[in-house]
Every structure is written in structure tokens, then in C-alpha cells.
């Protein structure tokens, strides 16, 4: 028998307590500042108040907590979709929970509806943190790979701004794909957050696949560009398609020749 919840069933209301929060704070501030040497620019792009949805590209598991600590050194608590086996861990989930943070339910009919939960959250002033690849890229390069559609439907459903940010050095903390952090000697990640995203040309168009694909194309060329400054590079004129890619390797496969479905245009299921 599914255990799914149905988009029918009544979603439990986003919160958070003051106090577990305070505990995550004092408990996890410290331990960021000591091991990573952090230089942060633009955190003034943040706004103090009301919803708002950052939207940082992902290179590593260790993207969390320094975006984490950014964002809360700019005056916001973070707010992060995260995947729902962390909310399976004794001690950790219940934690989770109550700090406010959003579990991912992938694989699921009622995945997509995580989006309603950060929409409350955003309805109720928080600042939500999407990653819009999903994961951490696959590019070689490590620049932003194409990326879903999610952050770009909750930012047209909900009407608050998108805060473009980009982070290099996590990678040298932290290698996707290695469970062995390089903490020592210390490493210096930098961080910064730019203007808002104008997406006033798909407002209301959060129903239509061609405007979200394009308001997600919007939202990470300005993270690409942003990334691009810190790195001292021009980003590539088109982002690194995993699903392209693995088409091109596959055995008997055309030169040039595409996947069956365009990349980025998924169902509401596969937003996220």
C-alpha cells in the first residue's frame, strides 16, 4: 500500500521554532567560521525581510553550509529544500523539521507538492533556498548544468523576487562524489549574491512550459554570470546537458543528435 501523500490530503502547515533555530545557530556558526575562511560579496542584493527565493548553483555537498552561513550573516535564516532521507535520520529529522526546512519527496506523485509547502513558507516571509540543477553539476568545468523548472515556477507562483547567487571553492573542500572533506590547510570560499532576476516578461505565465524553461534560463545566466566574475571567466554560451551529453556517448548514436524529450521541459513531478 502507498504511503504517498495525496495532493487532497491536508499538508501540514509550514512552521518553525524560535528556539531550535537559536540551537542550530550557536551549534553550527561557529564550527563554518573555524573551518572554512569565507569572503562573501553583494550580501546587500539579500533583502531583510519578507519572501524571497535564492537560487546558488552546486558543486558540492559542502555548498550548504556555507551558503547556509551567508545567507545568515546577511540577516535571513535559510530555509532549504532538502532531500527527504535526511528527515529519516534519528535526531536529524525531527531537528529538521522544526528549524523550518522543506524535506524533498523525489520519485513520488506528490513530489511536486513540496512546492506548495515553500510557497507557504515564502507566503509566511522566509527566505527559500532552491538549488535549480538539482544536483550537484556535471559539467567538467563546473559551471551551472541545465537546470529544472522548479525554482522558476514557485518564483512566477508566488511573486517574490529570485536572488541569483554563486559560489566557487567548495569544491576544494568537498569533491562531488567524495565522502573525505579537505579541511586542512584552510580554504577560502567566496560567495556572492546579485541583484534580483527580472522575470516580469513570464508574470503569470506559471502554467505555460515555454515560459517557465525561459524564466529558468533568465534565472541561471545571471548565477552563471555571477559565477563567471568570481572565477574571472566567461561562462559557456550554453549550459552543460547531462541528458545531451549521455545521448552523444551511447553506443550508435548520431553526431549532434538529441534526446527525445528537450532538456529542462519536464512535468511538475520532475520540477524539483
Given amino acids: 500500500m502507498s504511503t504517498s501523500v495525496s495532493a487532497s490530503q491536508p499538508r501540514r502547515p509550514w512552521g518553525y521554532s524560535r528556539f531550535w533555530r537559536l540551537v542550530s545557530v550557536i551549534v553550527l556558526r561557529p564550527s563554518l567560521r573555524l573551518l572554512i575562511r569565507n569572503r562573501w560579496l553583494g550580501q546587500s542584493n539579500i533583502p531583510k525581510s519578507g519572501g524571497v527565493i535564492l537560487a546558488p548553483n552546486h558543486m558540492s555537498y559542502a555548498d550548504w553550509g556555507t551558503d547556509a552561513l551567508f545567507i545568515y550573516e546577511a540577516g535571513r535564516y535559510p530555509v532549504f529544500l532538502i532531500k527527504s532521507g535526511a528527515f529519516d535520520i534519528k535526531g536529524i529529522g525531527p531537528f529538521l523539521h522544526k528549524a523550518g526546512q522543506l524535506p524533498v519527496y523525489r520519485g513520488r506523485a506528490d513530489a511536486a507538492l513540496v512546492l506548495k509547502d515553500a510557497e507557504q513558507a515564502l507566503n509566511k516571509g522566509a527566505c527559500v533556498i ?9 559539467d567538467p568545468d563546473l559551471w551551472p548544468m541545465v537546470a529544472k523548472t522548479g525554482v522558476a515556477r514557485l ?56 515560459a517557465l524553461r525561459e524564466a529558468t534560463t533568465a534565472i ?35 553526431p549532434g543528435q538529441a534526446p527525445d524529450k528537450a532538456p529542462g521541459v519536464e512535468t511538475e513531478k520532475r520540477a524539483l
Fill in 130 to 138: 532552491i538549488y535549480p540543477e538539482s544536483t550537484a553539476t556535471r
Fill in 155 to 210: 518564483a512566477l507562483t508566488s511573486g517574490v523576487p529570485v536572488i541569483p547567487v554563486a559560489r566557487w571553492g567548495t569544491q576544494h573542500v568537498l569533491p562531488y562524489g567524495s565522502k573525505k572533506p579537505h579541511l586542512f590547510p584552510r580554504k577560502t570560499v567566496t560567495t556572492i549574491a546579485g541583484p534580483p532576476v527580472d522575470l516580469s516578461a513570464w508574470a503569470g505565465k506559471q502554467n505555460s512550459a515555454r
Fill in 220 to 254: 541561471m545566466s545571471d548565477v552563471a554570470g555571477l559565477l563567471g566574475q568570481l572565477r574571472g571567466e566567461e561562462p559557456p554560451a550554453a549550459p552543460f546537458d547531462p541528458a545531451a551529453a549521455a545521448v552523444a556517448k551511447a553506443p550508435g548514436s548520431a
